[in-house]
């Protein structure tokens, strides 16, 4: 985290005309920042609505929130602006609840050894057992990779179980062909082994227990009517503030000369387009977006490095059903059963009741995709079909007991983490700053960076000090030694910086 002296003179040198691109949380939290300093910005959202991926979707009265936004931070800054835009009362505490569903039953989460291997039965808890065994005298020969990684710590038969098919379910490619440090990452380090024998040892040890695996934390904040809450009163208080957001304003140039930007054209609907003068552009559009939309265009190796960078998309599917079918009380659940492509099951009546009308509860069955393949491609009907029949063939309702269903897409929900992708945006950064250095990328997208949502504002936070003198890299935020959703003495055994929310690298595509 960047620990330069924050810049609050608001009579600091006026930044002139500021251009933001986007309207999720880090480009209206970049224009609602100075709006409190006196500035205005035009906000440029080439969508119909605000919040990006912290939208949330409103279809005959039910409410949709794309991947469920816990809103829980170690960033105090972050946290007095939420309450700062949202008064107190709107806000719930919740408790976290999320578990695995496997073979009809429920497994904690994150995995509880002992949970494991009794839902799992005598029989296989010892072959579980053998297998780590196993590995304890043959370790797997390639531990470079996530697949490597996990067999070495739990054995293969855990690893079959709890591991394989979600991690290929998000990421597209099997994790025999994804990095170790992602494992290392979210798993914490801790091994069979330390799972079984931490509570022993623990009991009976004199020290230090703040060296000792934590958990995940138990409760979060969560605006009664969806994230997308939030960022509909920020709106109205950047309007208030004298910026102007303008929708199906779709950035197709920046112009530059001279080392700077200055101007931005949009294209509405219509094709015609509209020109507004910059002194600096505040960035939330995908990063290779923004690099093929300067003008005059960078060299051919910048433009490469642009076309190689990759996003996963995100498609929804929220199944309306009875409330009283519904007899799990999680957020969500991870599933791994292999027969179905859901990856995640949200409950939203878990997450508000304020989501969901009395009597009935929403189901959000989640897929990751690819633009443009067969299920983006789909029929919300045929979707709508389909997630019904994977939610029966899980056991969890009965067919007749879906009401009406919603799809909801999402593209470039994930960037993707392949092992080229530093070097390609170290290109388009490294160019930006010679060539364009008014131009301030922020948030997940317009960093490629997997960040959450409250290092994503942090970066537009610290950019708009920037605009008013500070000093801040912004590239740093997020570069922690912890998991920034474990409890305070939790540590990460990778080691890892740079990265944000942390992604597994993925293979090349071909």
């Known amino acids: 985290m960047p620990t330069d002296t924050p810049n609050t003179d608001t009579n600091a040198t006026d930044p002139g005309d500021v251009v933001v691109i986007g309207a999720g949380p880090a480009g209206l939290t970049a224009a609602y920042e100075l709006g409190k300093r006196g500035g205005t910005a035009t906000v440029l959202e080439a969508d119909d609505v605000v919040g990006g991926i912290s939208r949330t979707v409103v279809a005959d009265g039910y409410r949709f929130d794309i991947g469920g936004h816990r809103f829980f931070t170690k960033v105090k800054e972050v946290e007095a602006l939420w309450h700062e835009i949202l008064p107190d009362e709107e806000f719930m505490q919740r408790p976290r609840k999320s578990r695995i569903y496997y073979q009809g039953k429920f497994y904690d989460y994150p995995i509880n050894v002992v949970n494991a291997l009794k839902n799992l039965g005598p029989v296989e808890a010892v072959r579980c057992g053998l297998s780590f065994l196993w590995v304890r005298v043959r370790p797997p020969k390639d531990l470079t990779t996530l697949e490597g990684y996990i067999v070495s710590n739990y054995g293969r038969r855990l690893y079959e179980h709890f591991f394989e098919t979600y991690s290929t379910k998000v990421w597209g490619v099997p994790p025999s062909e994804m990095s170790a440090d992602w494992g290392a990452q979210r798993i914490k380090g801790m091994s069979l082994w330390d799972a079984v024998w931490e509570p022993i040892r623990g009991r009976f040890s004199r020290r230090d227990r703040s060296k000792q695996v934590t958990s995940l934390i138990e409760e979060f ?13 920020c709106h109205e208080l ?7 957001v303008q929708f199906r304003a779709k950035v197709t140039r920046v112009e530059h000369r001279d080392g700077r930007a200055v101007s931005v054209t949009a294209t509405d609907e219509s094709g015609a387009e509209t020109t507004h003068a910059a002194d600096h552009v505040v960035s939330t559009m995908p990063f290779p977006a923004l690099l093929r939309a300067m003008d005059p265009p960078p060299p051919a190796e910048v433009l490469a490095a642009a076309a190689d960078l990759h996003f996963r998309d995100f498609l929804s599917v929220s199944l309306v059903v009875p409330e009283a079918k519904v007899d799990w009380s999680d957020n969500w659940i991870y599933i791994h059963d292999p027969e179905v492509k859901t990856m995640r099951i949200q409950n939203f009546g878990s997450w508000s009741p304020y989501l969901v009308k009395d009597g009935r509860n929403v189901l959000g069955l989640e897929y990751t995709v690819d633009e443009g393949d067969e299920w983006w491609s789909a029929t919300d009907e045929h979707l709508i079909e389909t997630g019904t029949k994977e939610l029966v063939r899980l056991g969890l309702i009965q067919s007749d007991d ?12 994930y960037p993707v983490y392949d092992e080229d992708y530093q ?5 388009l950064r490294g160019w930006l700053e010679a060539n364009v250095a008014n131009v301030h990328p922020v948030g997940r997208n317009g960093m490629h960076r997997y960040n ?4 994503s504002m942090m970066t537009a936070m610290l950019t708009v000090e920037n605009l008013y003198g500070a000093s ?8 922690e030694a912890e998991y920034h959703e474990t409890s305070e003495t939790a540590s990460s055994a990778s080691g890892s910086s740079g990265t944000g929310r942390d992604a597994p690298i993925l293979p090349k595509r071909t």
């Open 423 to 427: 070097r390609n945006v170290g290109v």
């Open 472 to 479: 801040h890299d912004i590239w740093e935020v997020n570069v």
């Open 402 to 413: 879906v009401e009406q269903g919603y799809v909801v897409r999402m593209p470039k929900a």
């Open 238 to 244: 950047v309007e208030g503030q004298g910026s102007k």
């Open 221 to 233: 904040q969560y605006p009664k009517y969806g994230p997308g809450m939030m960022w509909e009163r």
């Open 452 to 455: 959450n949502q409250d290092h």
